[in-house]
């Protein structure tokens, strides 16, 4: 890197994640914002031109597909990582239509990403197949996901997942999957 600090953005709506991810960079040497979704990353731009960004897929709002051709169009040499749970042959191939450097499945840490951010181009060979979370692991996210988003309520998450609560709360005393 050269003595002005590269700017790092990080798209993504999971606040622990984000400011981990944030401090690891920070400490890294980057110039760090957070967005909590598209349309706040879409907002940031327009007076602050990242080099690096970790996108989000999946969030409230607007997919994280939709912040890549702007990015890209603010400035043609950003390095994009789309990030999701939820990893597809499909959503990979329109990430990296769209212009973004790689794409990787969660969890990942900053080094993987900063390893993904340093290859000049996609990948093409990324081997998305083995890289999907399992069902029990997605379940288990997703529960989880559903659970924040209700406080906590597990009466509440049950009725949304239309799943009897003592079965739900059999499946939150679990250990996470592997994936």
Known sequence: MDDQLKQFLIVDDDATFTRVLARAMAKRGFDVKIASSAEAALEIITAWIPDYVSLDLKMDGASGLTVIQPLVEANPSVRIVVLTGYASI?????????????????????????????????????????????????????????????????????????????????????RPVRQ
């Open 90 to 174: 499909t959503t990979a191939v329109d990430a990296i239509k769209l212009g973004a450097t790689q794409y990787l499945p969660k969890p990942a840490n900053a080094d993987d990403i900063l390893q993904a951010l340093e290859h000049s181009q996609a990948n093409e060979d990324i081997d998305i197949a083995n890289q999907p979370m399992s069902v029990n692991r997605l379940e288990w996210e997703y529960i989880h996901k559903v659970l924040s988003e209700h406080n906590g309520n597990v009466s509440a998450t049950a009725r949304a997942l239309d799943m009897h609560r003592r079965t739900l709360q059999r499946k939150l005393a679990k």
